[in-house]
């Protein structure tokens, strides 16, 4: 295993600069799994990511905080309110002058709108939320918005994919654009598209965050991780969402 | 909160056999891994799950700890008559969670 | 090693030495003594009796992306009547820290004697699935499953 990672760090090293991938060989993770997995991932009453959007609905339709609302109070049907949001968001928000992600947004709401106790991320319940909330995007291609407020943000995470970081030395792109193809000991490298978050991930065993899927690569090259609800995370999810655009929103999605 | 998920027809024939499909979520934690300070982290896992089909049992099972998180069982059953489909899942500590389904038989 | 050490042995290197030395023997016998081999497990499920090969079909993927969820299915050739039937079907593995895995309780009212789950697997390993009939007669089916591992693991703070 060494060994390779160590031959992994010298293709990647040796590599010129990354080019972007172009859109017709664009490829969801789904695409590099083996049919076992998939077939966990498209069979609803086999997807173990479905506990985590049970979970979401029943969270959606109970009153919580001092507002004594729900989220369905306000947002009614999530089927048809919730259509498309994540396939959106990252999106601006006027009230911070600066991007939220869907989870921010979330937790925005839970606490201002329901005066309710901020979610922590990562909680069981932040990610039923957004696990239920992914799930009513299914099918709809992810369109981050055209909108000019977000273009230094999607610029930087651009920047950051870009950036070599940790003691490995490796850039985001060091692999996901330039070794897609290859694999890394005993699993593909994938293009990293963001197309089924929150995802159940079998190393996980539990339902997780894009945030933690990059906190982990980050841990993989050796790197210090952003804190969770870090802006960084904000950017990269805005640029990988460009990267991925038009592809189809697989929540909750199945990874190894 | 919806920590299971049933799938079975609501609708059958009598005599018909019927694809039944029962997840928990549940870490079935094994006893043997660590948390980050070097402590093990102690065992906890659904031990026992059983359907009942109008009150009578039509399926169980014992785990242990090599069962995955989130335990997944897939069995069968023939559609007798219309009642209630009845789950119920049992960890280490005895504490139970439980789930139905009705199914209407004709 | 500094160049003054390097006439003998320096004290720390036979410490490690001896620690590694230890390290070795020790593990072996204790897991050993851990866990009963694939074949004690079966016999613990059967009693002694004998179990032949055949009638089980063990259906589990060859190779694994990760030995987390490991999607298996047990059929076994049976009318599934009351005179006829499938009690039982357990599973075994080889390598984990525990040979049992799981066992099934089916019956007549099972209608059909197929089972399906997931399971986890620490390593490359046999696995083996045993099935009680109403007979008294135990029969099984075993497979050979190579798992991939992650190459990066994430740190659980």
Known sequence: ?256 | MSRTLVSAPKTAKAGEIVDIRAMIAHPMETGYRMGPNGQAIPRKIIRHFACDYDGEEVFSAEFHPAMSANPFVAFSTVATKSGMLTFRWTDDDGKIETASAEIAVS | MSVEQRGHIGRRDLILAGGAGLLVLALPSTRALARPSLQEAVNGFTGGTPVQPGKVKLDVPPLVENGNAVGVTVAVESPMTASDHVRRIALFNEKNPQADVAVFSLGPRAARARIATRIRLATSQTLIAVAELSDGSYWSSSANVIVTLAACIEDLS
């Open chain 1, 1 to 256: 295993m060494k060994a390779r990672l160590a031959l992994m760090v010298l293709l990647c090293a040796g590599e010129a600069a990354a080019q972007e991938i172009p859109a017709a060989e664009r490829r969801s993770g789904t695409d590099f799994m083996s049919a076992q997995t998939r077939a966990v991932q498209e069979d609803d009453t086999a997807n173990p990511g479905m506990l985590w959007v049970l979970q979401g609905e029943t969270l959606w339709n109970e009153p919580a905080g001092a507002a004594g609302r729900s989220c369905a109070s306000c947002h009614g049907e999530a089927a048809t309110s919730m259509r498309g949001v994540a396939a959106r968001y990252p999106a601006f928000d006027a009230a911070s002058g600066a991007p939220i992600d869907l989870a921010g947004k979330i937790d925005q709401c839970r606490t201002e709108r329901q005066k309710a106790k901020s979610l922590p991320r990562e909680s069981e319940d932040a990610l039923g939320l957004a696990a239920y909330i992914g799930h009513q995007s299914r099918g709809m291609p992810i369109a981050s918005p055209d909108d000019a407020r977000l273009d230094a943000a999607r610029a930087e995470g651009k920047r950051l994919f870009e950036t070599r970081m940790g003691q490995l030395n490796l850039a985001c792109s060091s692999c996901h654009d330039a070794n897609w193809r290859g694999r890394l000991g005993g699993s593909a490298v994938t293009q990293a598209h963001p197309t089924g978050y929150p995802i159940y991930r079998l190393e996980w065993q539990a339902v997780g965050s894009l945030q933690r899927r990059m906190r982990g690569c980050m841990v993989g090259v050796r790197a210090e991780p952003f804190a969770y609800g870090a802006a960084e995370y904000i950017a990269l999810e805005l640029y990988l969402n460009s990267r991925a655009a038009e592809m189809p929103i697989e929540t909750p999605g199945v990874r190894p």
